[in-house]
């Protein structure tokens, strides 16, 4: 029999744009879920091919008695599709069923479908409401909450979107099943990140409960997604526009992005990517003298428990620099890296490119 657990609700406080993030099992089937939401004609379900077979019909069916049409959008599976030509394909929908302003939208799906959605539901008669469905670990974690809504442009990555946030996320933990294997450790980098910036005892928790994490026992995931959405939900709470703390939550993440781009995204999941990030990003941290010798071994050797690589690929310190140069964080062409100050505090702040790129070199298979 499989272990029940009883929802958990935190709440995002941002004034009038306050939401619940809800996390258990079997909400998904469950009307109650969705009660409270805003009344309206049409529902659309927006998810892809890889996850509709598995759980739209029973969302839908537990949709039915709140709104007077459900409907379904299957987009095709893939960051590839994260595209304006797959986000037409939203609006072509509702556009032809002519869904009015009320209209509710429902992102069923990892990061991908909710990050596309969420954007659907900014632009679609200047803003709709959408409902978040994670059904992958980093999507529930990291993703769906917080409002950070895009596609991408062939000249970079998220570079097309707007802060729209959801009415709620409902993190259904029994979805977690189904997800590969190697989507789970990708979703795990996320996880373990929030120890290091923000909360070490969380990092020992991690520690001593990765096993069960790997064997997705239900407890054990519930609480790594309440204690993830916790921190999300304060540090996006402080900062909704990523004008100052937020970035803490990007730990690991120029190294990482320099990795995805370097090998051609879709190469090494963004979450694999950002693991080897964070190693980067620790030891750049203790050659600056901001954390010791055992915090980066440690985080490390965690990260590789999870599955992740935790060695970087060989692309060259100066394209790593290239690449990192482009990032979102960079100001007037210094990039600014997320580092560890001491373990459970993130800072953001500049190094000298030739530290930079001999932790590169440290950190590289050659
Ligand atoms: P994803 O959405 O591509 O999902 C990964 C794979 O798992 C896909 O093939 C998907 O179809 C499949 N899948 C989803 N749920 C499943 C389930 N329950 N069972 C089986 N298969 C399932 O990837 P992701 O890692 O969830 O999200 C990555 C995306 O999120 C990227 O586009 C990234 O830019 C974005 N992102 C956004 C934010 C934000 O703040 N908005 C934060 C981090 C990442
Ligand atoms: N995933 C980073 C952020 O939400 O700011």
Not at 192 to 201: H, L, N, T, V
Not at 224 to 253: P, T, W
Request: glycine content about 10%.
């Amino acid at each position: 029999m499989s272990t029940s657990i009883s929802p958990i609700r935190i709440q995002i406080d941002l004034n009038e744009r306050s939401y619940p993030i809800l996390i258990g099992t079997q909400l998904v089937d469950n009307p109650d879920t969705w009660a409270n939401l805003p009344k309206a004609a049409i529902a659309l379900v927006v998810t892809n091919e890889t996850v509709e077979p598995l759980y739209a019909k029973r969302l839908c069916a537990a949709l039915q008695s709140h709104f007077g049409q459900v409907m379904t959008l299957v987009l095709p599976d893939g960051e590839s599709h994260k595209d304006w030509q797959t986000l037409n394909l939203i609006f072509d929908q509702l556009l032809e069923a002519g869904a009015d302003r009320q209209t509710v939208l429902f992102a069923l799906g990892g990061g991908v479908v909710g990050d596309m959605t969420g954007f659907a539901a900014a632009c679609y008669m200047r803003g709709v409401p959408f409902v978040q469905v994670p059904t992958t670990l980093l999507s529930q974690v990291d993703s769906s909450v917080g409002g950070k809504t895009a596609i991408n442009h062939p000249l970079g990555k998220n570079m097309i979107g707007a802060f729209y946030q959801p009415q709620r996320v409902v993190c259904d933990l029994d979805t977690l099943q189904t997800l590969p294997p190697r989507e789970l450790s990708a979703g795990l980098a996320e996880v373990i990140k929030y120890g290091p910036i923000a909360d070490m005892q969380f990092l020992e928790w991690l520690e001593n409960n990765l096993d069960a994490l790997l064997a997705r026992d239900p407890k054990a995931l519930g609480y790594a997604v309440q204690r993830s959405c916790e921190i999300k939900a304060y540090v996006v709470s402080q900062d909704e526009r990523d004008v100052g703390m937020r970035a803490a939550l990007n730990f690991g993440h120029t190294f990482g992005h320099a990795i995805e781009a370097g090998l051609g995204f879709g190469e090494w999941l963004h979450g694999e990517a950002v693991g080897c990030g964070m190693v980067m990003a620790a030891h750049l941290s203790q050659r600056l003298g901001l954390v010791d010798m055992d915090f980066v071994k440690r985080l490390t050797h965690l990260l590789d428990r999870a599955g992740l690589p935790v060695v970087g690929p060989q692309l060259g310190a100066d394209n790593y620099l290239h690449h990192m140069r482009v990032d979102k964080k960079a100001q007037a062409g210094e990039i600014r890296f997320v580092l560890i100050d001491p373990p459970g505090h993130a800072v953001v702040r500049g190094a000298p490119d030739t530290l930079v790129a001999d932790v590169i070199d440290h950190c590289c298979a050659g």
